[in-house]
């Protein structure tokens, strides 16, 4: 139960706040408060009006504040489609007014409906920790020693680069059993600069080179001979969703739609 709640209007005082042990930065509180981390915060830092809300395209780079909702970026003008079809795969409508961006990093969950999209397009994040000053580092170096809190992603809009971002799931509204995000060039019908990444096929979604090699600087194979080289590289866990087996298969069948609908990045 929450016995002590504050809402700092700067990210360094809210930095402060979090330095008390047992102490939990609330951003939509779309998976603090509920699933796991129900009934555990009793101090509550919201930084909601600590960290940035806004979406802008600099250059060539999409800047996503961390307090940006989901539907926040589905609305805006400046996001690909790719991305806000990653967030628009969040399918309750509810969920996606309060869950916010930075949310989805620091959850990081295993099938986290941006994170895949944003490592296949080698997203970087601004992140600040006490004490320090503010870090621009890859995403997923991120993911994997998450410190700080995490202010913005930035994610390059190249022109010529190619992406999707997929998601499985036995109904519309239930909850995924797998995502699939890839980006690559394709240059005389060959992919190149390939990047894929999955979720549901370990603890959290993660880039796959291995998948991506066995097709970089090769002409796209048939959806079927795509999913016979990628499944014995899957593996997942049994669960409520299905058995091991059920999400390899889908998996490998996910990862080949995937590959088959990369589009321009727009
Ligand atoms: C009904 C329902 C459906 C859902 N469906 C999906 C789905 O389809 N796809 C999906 O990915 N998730 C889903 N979720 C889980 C959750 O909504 C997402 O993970 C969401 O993005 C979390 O964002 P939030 O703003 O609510 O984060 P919170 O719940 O407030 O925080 C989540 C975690 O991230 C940390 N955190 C928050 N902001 C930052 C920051 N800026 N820097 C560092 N750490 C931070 C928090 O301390 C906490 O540990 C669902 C949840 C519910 C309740």
């Known amino acids: 139960m929450v016995k002590e709640f504050f809402k700092p209007a700067s990210v360094d005082e809210a930095l402060d706040l979090l330095s008390v042990p047992g102490s939990l930065a609330l951003a939509g509180g779309t998976w603090a408060l509920a699933f796991e981390g129900r009934d555990k915060p009793e101090r509550v830092v919201d930084i909601g009006k600590a960290v940035p809300r806004t979406i802008e395209r600099r250059g060539s780079v999409l800047v996503v504040g961390a307090a940006v909702t989901f539907q926040e970026l589905i609305e805006s003008e400046a996001a690909p489609a790719v991305?806000?079809?990653?967030?628009?795969?969040?399918?309750?409508?509810?969920?996606?007014?309060?869950?916010?961006?930075?949310?989805?990093?620091?959850?990081?969950?295993?099938?986290?409906?941006?994170?895949?999209?944003?490592?296949?397009?080698?997203?970087t994040v601004e992140a600040k920790s006490r004490g320090k000053p503010a870090a621009v580092l890859p995403l997923a170096d991120w993911l994997a020693r998450p410190e700080g809190l995490v202010l913005a992603v930035s994610v390059p809009v190249t022109a010529g680069?190619?992406?999707?971002?997929?998601?499985?799931?036995?109904?519309?509204?239930?909850?995924?059993?797998?995502?699939?995000?890839?980006?690559?060039?394709?240059?005389?019908?060959?992919?190149?600069?390939?990047?894929?990444?999955?979720?549901?096929?370990?603890?959290?979604?993660?880039?796959?080179?291995?998948?991506?090699?066995?097709?970089?600087?090769?002409?796209?194979?048939?959806?079927?001979?795509i999913e016979k080289a990628v499944l014995p590289l899957l593996s997942a866990r049994a669960d409520q969703r299905g058995s091991a087996e059920y999400k390899c298969l889908r998996g490998a069948a996910l990862i080949a739609d995937a590959l088959h609908a990369v589009e321009e990045l727009s």
């Open 83 to 123: 991305i806000k079809a990653a967030a628009q795969s969040m399918a309750n409508r509810n969920t996606r007014n309060r869950a916010t961006v930075g949310g989805n990093l620091g959850a990081n969950k295993s099938c986290a409906s941006l994170v895949p999209v944003l490592l296949a397009l080698g997203a």
């Open 161 to 225: 680069v190619r992406s999707s971002s997929l998601r499985s799931s036995r109904t519309a509204c239930d909850i995924a059993t797998g995502t699939a995000a890839c980006a690559c060039r394709l240059e005389g019908g060959k992919l190149t600069s390939l990047r894929i990444a999955v979720g549901g096929f370990g603890p959290h979604a993660a880039l796959r080179p291995d998948l991506a090699a066995l097709f970089e600087g090769k002409p796209l194979p048939a959806k079927a001979d």
